[in-house]
């Protein structure tokens, strides 16, 4: 690809697999990979340590307009709580309003970047050159997450996880910034009944398919 400049972007729910596939798609084509989702939760966790657990809009602009990518770099973004903090942090508008740029400037770079998130084909990234959707089964994602979290030492049943994300499935979805929904020119990818080498074969082929590109 050189110094081109090649978007892709990768919107779906929770769990569906958007995160995994976006960094097997960057590493084949030699893009950037930018998990948008880690920009909410490092909003969130530092707005729930500032004001003692409580979601405040202005403070979560402020920290949101001052983000670096050494605040991605942070330990605690994949807890349950960050997951939490992430979904009530995104439906304020003026913290996607703060985000837009460092978005859009990261999707632009040269040598291509892929994004995975919720709102990257429908809002940030309505232009890019590939946009897929990927999503799966409640239950199927239900039973990832909670592999994920029963491995990193975390306890947590099944019916929770499944609660928990059919909140944040809600939240996401029916939100009036930038609601989770299928850009319409992006290509449906359900992971239900893939395994992770077979979404990203099949992710890495609709790619290839659509624009002809060989692998480098």
Do not use: W
């Not at 939760?41 to 729930?48: F, L, S, Y």
């Not at 770099?73 to 807890?79: F, G, I, P, V």
């Amino acid at each position: 690809m050189g110094a081109k400049r090649f978007t892709v972007a990768i919107d779906g729910p929770a769990a569906a697999g958007k995160g995994t596939i976006g960094r097997a798609v960057a590493a084949t084509f030699g893009f950037a990979h930018l998990d948008t989702g880690l920009l909410y939760r490092a909003v969130g966790v530092k707005v729930m340590a500032r004001a003692r657990g409580v979601i405040d809009p202005v403070m979560a602009e402020a920290f949101a307009e001052r983000l670096t990518e050494e605040d991605l770099n942070r330990t605690d973004l994949r807890t349950v709580m960050a997951s939490r903090a992430a979904s009530r942090v995104a439906a304020i508008p003026k913290v996607r309003e703060a985000l837009l740029d460092f978005q859009r400037s990261f999707a632009r770079r040269k040598g291509g970047a892929v994004l995975d998130g919720r709102d990257i084909g429908t809002v940030i990234c309505p232009d890019a050159e590939v946009k897929l959707f990927v999503t799966a089964s409640e239950e199927r994602r239900a039973t990832r997450r909670h592999a994920e979290l029963a491995a990193s030492g975390k306890n947590s049943t099944l019916d929770q996880v499944l609660n928990d994300l059919r909140t944040r499935d809600a939240r996401d979805s029916e939100r009036d910034a930038a609601p989770l929904v299928k850009a319409e020119d992006a290509l449906l990818l359900d992971t239900t009944e893939l395994s992770i080498d077979a979404a990203v074969a099949e992710a890495t082929a609709l790619i290839e398919k659509k624009f002809g590109q060989g692998r480098e």
